[in-house]
């Protein structure tokens, strides 16, 4: 199923984005925040790293926040989709795992918690993150369960968005709070535990 959330946090006035100088702030932009972390992310050292002027990105991106999202999501939605297959116990570990292994074994776990803290004070970067990136996540999901129930492998009074919620939040709970590992014993506990509270009665 289609991934959704890859347009600009806002449309901006002015020239069109040129696809490659885009591309190049963004693996710029990704390549900072993992070796500086949001903290010493700048525009200023931004525009230096991909060789660019500052007006440029400032044309295209409203704020240092914006440009990080940009380049999170570049760089991670291709890793995480739902795959395509009508297994619904499948689909859910096979994504749940890769999320999970995105998250603790790459650089991008951090990126994501220093997204979170800064959206607690930058609310336009907090409504784009949750429009671009969870709910565009939610919308796939929701899919996923929805052709789950009319096919009969989970039970049909399911409220979805709870059950999206019980799943996804015990993950970004080990992501923000670090108390347990995420590793792949969590995903299986997580999963199993959950299908069988989906499981039809």
Known sequence: ??????EPVRRTRGRTRDTRTTE??????MA??????????????LAARAGVGKATIYRWWPSRGAVALD???AAVEPQVPYPDTDD??????TQVTALVRVFSETPVGPVVRALISEAQRDPDLAEAFRTRWLEARRVVGRAVFAQAQRSGQI???????TA??????????RLMTAH????DEFVTNLIDYALRGLAPR
């Open 1 to 6: 199923m289609t991934q959704q959330g890859t």
């Open 24 to 29: 190049a702030i963004l693996e710029a932009a």
């Open 32 to 45: 900072m925040l993992v070796e500086k972390g949001l903290t010493g992310f700048t525009i200023e050292g």
């Open 71 to 73: 380049a999170f999501l």
């Open 88 to 93: 619904f116990p499948t689909a859910l570990r």
């Open 155 to 161: 039970r049909d009074d399911l409220e979805a968005e």
């Open 164 to 173: 999206i919620d019980l799943i996804y939040g015990a993950v970004y709970f």
């Open 180 to 183: 347990a590992p995420m590793d």
